[in-house]
């Protein structure tokens, strides 16, 4: 089965098509939600920032110039937006079930059981790193962009974006390290 | 630092992008040259591979949005000051309707995807022009008085199907085609001149869609 191109959609978009709006944010909105959600940690903030996200895409649609993907596209507004909204609220507290993901150091009976778990031990480890190492992770293994494409959603030339997930990776290692697992890299 | 040794870090750092397919062609042949003759580079593959698997189960398990949040952006938009409507033109509508007909992967498999998307916008105009000539069905960009009253289906002809097939597929219901190609490449088609119960139509569409020529159909309006 067929579906439209993002393309279409946005030229539909510019020219003030709200069914080609629905289409389009019904195709993107939770991966957009899942990547601000990691970086501004709130639900409820993540929420509101795509809505702010798609208003955006429905207003700039007609700037869209389709020199990279809509996809791509909408990942820079949204990473623009919450960003901003990090820098609005630097102390902003995590909600509960947010938090509950995050924090995870303890050697409660649950935890013991989970670190026999090395992929519950990994997904820890990510929820631990930097917002700068968390996005570049994000961008290249949820979203699937390439270098090119994440050198243009963070705003980093390509070979730093290369270095920028090899260290990210490699700050993995360390906290797999410290939660008692050696990959044995790097 | 030695160029092997430089050779070997791009190729390290190449890794992720490997595992997710998006590399180009040359540097996806250069990792995967290189995992061939390297168990060691190989072992730290699988590290990745884990890592993305990770990766994609933990975004997976951060759920959606509730409607709120679209809600809340459709309500915005609908406070926005209306927007001149413009008409899409020949070249517009004509490329959506051939982009409607293929699959994206088809487009990306050179002449033989040409060969498919020509027969099939063939196969299309064909059945419409033929019914046109006989006073029957309207096209896309045209109404008539009489598309409003009537029951109707949104359909998607399968990209397999033939020209002979969709015409008979048509005939054997005395199906109208009343717009189309919408969004995503779907007909409107007229399938009764009264409306029908919602149970009847849901019936209808049901036996429809079991037909080789639909790839997708659902009740309309």
Known sequence: ?186 | MSTTDKSQGDIEELLPWHATGTLGRRDAQRVEDALQRDPDLARRYALVRDELGETIALNESLGAPSSRAMDNLFARIDAEPARAARSPGFGVRFSEFVSSLSPRTLALAGGAAAIAILLQAGIIAGVVLKERSAGGYVTASRTVADTNAGAFVLIRFAPQATQDEVTKFLEADKMTIVAGPTSGGLYKVKISPTPLPQAELGAIVKRLQDNKVVGFIASTQ
């Open chain 1, 1 to 186: 089965m067929q579906s439209t191109s993002d393309d279409i959609l946005i030229g539909r978009i510019a020219s003030g098509d709200r069914t080609a709006m629905q289409v389009l944010f019904a195709r993107h909105h939770v991966r957009v939600y899942r990547f601000v959600l990691r970086l501004v940690r709130n639900e409820a903030t993540a929420e509101d920032l795509i809505s702010e996200v798609f208003l955006d895409v429905w207003r700039q649609a007609g700037k869209f110039e389709g020199r990279a993907a809509v996809s791509t596209w909408i990942l820079g507004i949204a990473r623009f937006k919450a960003l901003s909204s990090l820098r609005r609220k630097p102390d902003q507290e995590l909600d509960d079930e947010t938090a509950e993901r995050i924090k995870d150091d303890a050697d409660d009976p649950e935890t013991a059981i989970a670190k026999k778990d090395k992929g519950a031990q990994l997904r820890q480890a990510l929820t631990r790193l930097s917002n700068e190492h968390r996005e570049i992770i994000d961008l290249v293994y949820y979203h699937e962009k390439s270098v090119e494409e994440v050198a243009g959603i963070v705003g980093i030339p390509e070979a730093t974006v290369k270095t920028r997930m090899f260290y990210a990776r490699k700050k993995l290692s360390e906290l797999l390290k410290e939660q008692g697992i050696d990959r044995g890299w790097p």
